[in-house]
Structure formats: C-alpha cells, structure tokens
C-alpha cells in the first residue's frame, strides 16, 4: 500500500438549492423525483456557478471535483453531476437511475444552504467498501463534513468521497448512493413523513366552541370489492351524493390507486343514517370517520367564522415559502381568513431512510409540529343565536355591542350559508345555487355601508348641539307634510310622515321628523357637516379586526348643493354608513360624548378604549340620550319598551330608488337601540337592518324582533 495525507484543508462551499413545494403528503410518501428550475437560486459565496469544466491544459484536483460537483447540485445540473463520475460508476448506476434519485432526494426534502468542510485528503491505491466498485487504480479519498438545511431542519454528517485517476490522468468520482447520505444504500429510499398539526379552536366569550375539530363520514370505494360492472354502482354513488360519475372516474382512474386502496370520494356529515344506508348497499362502498373542521352553529355564525378549504394551486403560488403543501388547508372567508396566520398550524416533518422492507434505518432530521393559536372572540353566541332566529327569513344585517367597552357581542347577517358545507365540499350545483340566489347568501351585509335613513337623526342631532347650531328648545315652526326652502328647489320638496305641533329637536325625533333634520342640516351648513362627519369616522378605515366597508357622506366629500345637504339631514342622499360604525357613534351618548372603539378579540376586563374622543360635548351626548329615550317610550304606542329596563333608541326607514320619481323603489328598515341606564351591569347597543320592508311595516317590523332580544337577556 502507498498512501500520504496531504495538509489539512477547510474549504466551505454554499449552495442553495431551489427547490418547489414537494407534494408531501400523508406518512409514507416516498421521495423519487421533482420538478424544479434551480436556476432561480444562485449560490451566495464561491465557489461560483460556472466554474469551468477541467480542460486539457489544467487537471483538475479531487478537492476542486467535489466543489465542481456540489456547484452542480445548486444548479440542478443533475446530468452534468453524472459526467463528473467514473466509467464503473456510470455502468452500475445509469444516467437516468442517477438524475432520478439525486434530484428526488434534494429537491424533494428542499436542501438548501449546503455547506461543505473538507477536513482530510488521502491518497491511497487500497479499495474501501464504500465504494461499491471493483476498480484498484490509484485512489484520492476526501473526508468532509456537510451541512444543509432541509424542511426538517438543519442535517449534519461526515463522509468520504472516493476519486480514481483515468488513463488520461484525470481524476473521477467513485459514486454511490453513499455520497448522498452515508447510510443510505442504493436498495434504500429516504422517505418524508408529515407531522400534522391542529389548527386552532374559534371560541366565544364563554369558550363555546365556533370553530374546531369535528368528525365527518368519509365515503369512498375500494375497487377491488366492485362489481366487474362498475358503471351502475358509480352512477348510483354520484346521484346519492350529489356529484358526477365523471368525477369518481377520475379518481378511481388514478395511476397510484390499487385494488386493496380506500378511495374517498366525498365527504358528509355524520348522522345521515338514511343516506349511509343506501350508499353501504352499493358494491364496494366503504364509509370511514374523518377528522373535519367543524362549525357547532351552522348557519348561526358562518358569515364571522368563515370558513377553510383545501389549498388551491394560487395558494401555493402566492404563500410559496410559508409552510403550505398541497394537503394543507387555507381560510377563504370570515374570521378563518382574517385570523389565519394565528389559527393555522405548521406541520413538522421526517426526514427517514428505510431500507427495501420499508423500516425506518436512521432519521437524518425531524421538525415537530406547532399547533395553531385558539383564540377567544368578544362574542355571545346565545345574544348571535337569538338575533339570528329573529331575523333568519330576512335579508338583514346585525351587530350587539356592549357600548361601555366596545365588546362586539354578536356579528349576523343574513340569508346566509352553512360554513360546514364549504369543509366538506359543495357540488357544482350547490355552488351555483348559493351564487344565482337572488337573495345573495354569500353577500355579509353587517360589513357593508348601507343607506341609515332616520337612524342617522341623532347624529345629526348631536352634531347640531356640539357646533352650536341647533338649539334644543327651539321651533322650527309647522311646516305640514311637505317642505322645500324657495323656488330655487324647482319641484323638490322634503315630505314627513306626521304632521305634529312643537318643531322642537326632542318632538322632532320622536315623530321622526325629516323637514325638521333637513332645516338642522341648512342650519349647520355643508361645510360645517363635512368637518363634523369626517370628524366621527367618515371617509376612513374603522379600526376594527376584520374589514369593513368604509362610511361615506357624498361621493367627493363634499355636498354639492342645498338639496343634496337638505336629504342628507335625515339620513338619505349620499349618506353611507357602517352597521358597525354606527354602534360606535351611537355608543358616544353612554359615554358622554366618547366614541368607543369596537374590539371582537375578547381581553378580559380591560378597561375602555376610544376610537375617537369628544366628538360630541357632554351634554349633547345627554341631551340626545334623554330624547331616545323618549322615543322608545313613545314609539308604537310604547310597543318598544320592556319591563324593568330603560331603553333609548331610534328607527329608521331609507328609500333606495332610482330616481325621486321611482315608485318601485325598496325600502331598509332600521332599529337602533340601547339600555339607557348608567348604572346596568350588561349594558347593550343593538344595531339592526332588514332589506325590503316596504309594505310589511316599514321600520316597526323590526321593534318586536329587538324586544324579544332584550327580553331574552334580561
């Protein structure tokens, strides 16, 4: 034997390796081989990507080979790698063996920042038998650590690699399946398994479960227990189940499925006993408990919990790098959406050899998962379940508040859907269904900006007060049922309901009065309002977890004329406002003039937050307190008060037409009201809206709905 050790080198090489998300899917998934364009990650430091080929005129060295090598893997130049190989190796391991396994492997455990640390150089003419080769030429043997972070984490090892010298004295590499991982033999395979995580738990205030793990009846077929004659079965499936034949075709057809596979087709709710019936006397039908997202409420909360689906290949694009796989599930709507990086978890991975029987023989890295945040909304779900039972056949809108805090306790809006229905897959048909229903389930109306009609009167009532340009006690004289301000109007003119005596602001309220709101609007001038509603919360972003629609007074921030300015005094005109945003104006008159700031993401007994300070004077905020009060007392006879509370409050009726002229026109219907007592220890501000009251009472509809609310809760 001749062998002499060189002087001890250290040379590091980074490399990154581009990889894509590998489809890493249930345990058991095996690595072979990826699609990637590594090219889009050029290495960070030297050795540089195009090192030259070694030429004629300078051989190159065992120790520049291996970083040749290694400059390849960053590149993806899996057949160039190959080239780098002895004739002995390229006749036990054939090219397309060769890119298959290296590509599978790196690209598909995602290697990245790999680092390589020679420690030793030996040259000896001795056969070692890690080689797997029978050549006993001249040999140079490299020892070196490597580094290199994967999706399981960081993985470190020595090895060795082997270099022979040609009859044209230069130098190859011995390779086997070794090089890649010491322990990895060319009968081995090094598997990815998937760690699943939980995602977290949606509760309300008193932990009742919104969102969260459930169980759901998986239906599938096993092909190997069908009848020879599928078709009839298939269709039989597909009918009961509400999907085609066409798409269990394409599932069955699959390339990986086998006789002795569970195939799942479609996913239901547990407890169709009937329907588990029928499908159980279908040939090869097997129906298996799955672990699902589930929403206990349904319908009740879906429109603020949302709901999560399976990732789409645009999730994949957009969130490349976040921890998503293609078995991963996403929030698509509602809280699931907004609160989707605290509620998803990241599933951990294995990165496992295992030999030829399928036995795991060494874990080279292992990343745990972390389960998602469980976060605990503000919300009651009894106060959301009682709004909803009032309000479920309308197309309406609702939010509770507790005007003290800024706690949102109840976030309705309907007609609505089931968030279940989206986890566990809607038909095409049911699909189309909810997006044709000209009553628009899918649409959340407590997030939109609606017209408020006569519920805008106290603000501007408040508004009045604050800049001084309303005097409460004053009369604004009998005006009858129409009114316009000159002849400069044309043929406009501001028509009321009820004709009454004492045009007063606290009179005016009461029989809801829009001359008198529409002479107030004059009085204080479109200037003046402008900067008041601007003031208040107009014209930008509600602070608040989930967005919002913003409220809007006219299409340039300005009012553009008398009439316009006139309409806009009692609710109507451009006037645009949020559910939300109106709870927060209205909760100013419990608060001597604060506006409070809404909050849903619930903190204890924090104390108050203002979105806005002062933006009424104290006692204009009472002054309006006390005349709502006067309202709900007076109002359909006192149909509105319930025994043992004080409450305050205001209707409203908005127009929505096409032209003045417009008889066909709809009509929203608004009930706003509150506990007026200082002292109540479960203060509460409902604001409410329903679509098309027209003919069914106009805003008085609602006032039964709301008492039976606070009825409840009291």
């Keep these: 034997m001749r ?118 150089i030996t040259e000896t003419t001795e056969m070692t038998e890690m080689t797997e080769t ?47 991982f010491p322990n990895l033999n060319s009968d081995n395979k090094v598997k990815i398994n998937t760690l699943k995580s939980e995602r977290g738990s949606i509760l309300d205030r008193n932990g009742e479960m919104l969102a969260g793990k459930g169980v759901a009846s998986s239906v599938g077929f096993v092909p190997g227990k069908m009848n020879e004659d599928r078709a009839a079965d298939i269709e039989k499936a597909a009918k009961l189940l509400g999907i085609t034949a066409e798409s269990i075709n394409k599932k069955l057809g699959a390339s990986y499925v086998k006789d002795d596979m569970f195939i799942p087709i479609r996913t239901i709710p547990k407890g169709l006993d009937e329907l588990e019936g029928l499908l159980l006397e279908i040939n090869g039908i097997k129906i298996t408990d799955t672990a699902v997202r589930y929403y206990p409420f349904g319908e009740k909360a879906s429109h603020l919990t949302g709901y999560i689906q399976n990732v789409t290949a645009e999730d994949l694009e957009r969130f490349n790098g976040q921890g998503y796989n293609a078995d991963s599930m996403i929030g698509k709507a509602g809280l699931e959406k907004d609160f989707e990086e605290r509620l998803r978890g990241l599933d951990g991975y294995e990165i496992v050899i295992v030999d030829k029987e399928g036995q795991a023989k060494e874990t080279l890295a292992t990343k745990y998962p972390r389960d998602g945040e469980t976060i605990m909304l503000t919300v009651d779900i009894w106060i959301q379940n009682d709004l909803y039972d009032q309000f479920c056949e309308d197309k309406s809108a609702a939010v509770a508040m507790n005007p003290k805090t800024g706690e949102i306790l109840a976030l309705v809006s309907t007609p609505t859907f089931d968030s279940n229905d989206f986890v566990l897959g809607l038909s095409e048909t049911e699909w189309e269904a909810l997006n044709e229903d000209e009553n628009k389930p899918l649409y959340n109306r407590f997030k939109a900006a609606l017209s408020p009609g006569s519920g805008f009167k106290p603000i501007i009532g408040a508004i009045g007060l604050t800049t001084g340009k309303i005097n409460p006690d004053d009369d604004y004289g009998y005006s009858g049922r129409s009114w316009q301000k000159d002849a400069s109007w044309g043929g406009y003119k501001v028509t009321t309901l009820t004709e009454y005596n004492g045009a007063t602001l606290e009179n005016a309220l009461i029989y809801s009065d829009n001359i008198y709101f529409a002479k107030a609007a004059l009085n204080i001038g479109g200037d003046t309002l402008a900067q008041q509603l601007l003031n208040i919360g107009f014209d930008e972003a509600i602070p608040f977890e989930i967005s919002l629609y913003w409220s809007s007074f006219s299409n340039d921030n300005t009012f553009s004329n008398e009439i316009q300015l006139a309409d806009s005094g009692y609710g109507q005109g451009q006037i645009l406002i949020n559910p939300i945003h109106i709870a927060c104006i209205y909760s100013s008159f419990m608060n001597d003039g604060n506006m409070i700031k809404p909050y849903l993401l619930y903190e204890g007994n924090n104390a108050p937050e203002y979105w806005k300070e002062q933006i009424f004077t104290k006692e204009a905020a009472h002054i309006i307190k006390e005349d709502l009060i006067q309202v709900v007392e007076r109002l359909a006879g006192g149909a509105a008060k319930v025994e043992g509370l004080t409450l305050a409050g205001k209707t409203g009726t908005a127009e929505i037409k096409m032209s003045k002229d417009d008889t066909d026109g709809t009509e929203l219907g608004w009930f706003n009201v509150f506990t007026g007592d200082e002292d109540i220890e479960k203060p509460l501000l409902i604001i409410t809206m329903v679509e098309d009251v027209k003919d069914r009472g106009g805003s008085g509809y609602l006032i039964p709905k709301i008492k039976k609310i606070f009825e409840d809760n009291w």
């Design 134 to 180: 029978t050549e006993t030429k001249e040999q140079t043997i490299i020892s070196y650590d490597t580094y290199m972070d994967t999706l399981a984490g960081e993985v470190t090892f020595s090895n060795k690699a082997y270099f022979t010298m040609t009859e044209e004295k230069e130098y190859r590499l011995i390779w086997s399946s070794h090089l890649i």
């Design 3 to 120: 062998a002499r050790k060189k002087r001890r080198k250290k040379i590091m090489v980074n490399i990154m390796v581009c990889v894509i998300a590998i489809c890493a899917v249930a345990v058991g998934v095996i690595i072979f081989a990826r699609v990637a364009n590594p090219l889009l990650n050029p290495p960070l430091v030297s050795p540089p990507l195009n090192t030259p080929t070694p030429t004629e005129d300078k051989k190159a060295q065992p120790d520049e080979l291996l970083q040749q090598y290694t400059a390849y893997i960053n590149e993806g130049r899996y057949e160039d790698m190959y080239a780098l190989l002895a004739k002995q190796a390229q006749i036990i391991t054939p090219m397309e063996d060769f890119v298959s396994k290296n590509k599978g492997i790196y690209e598909g455990i995602e290697v990245k920042n790999l680092a390589i640390e020679i420690t030793e």
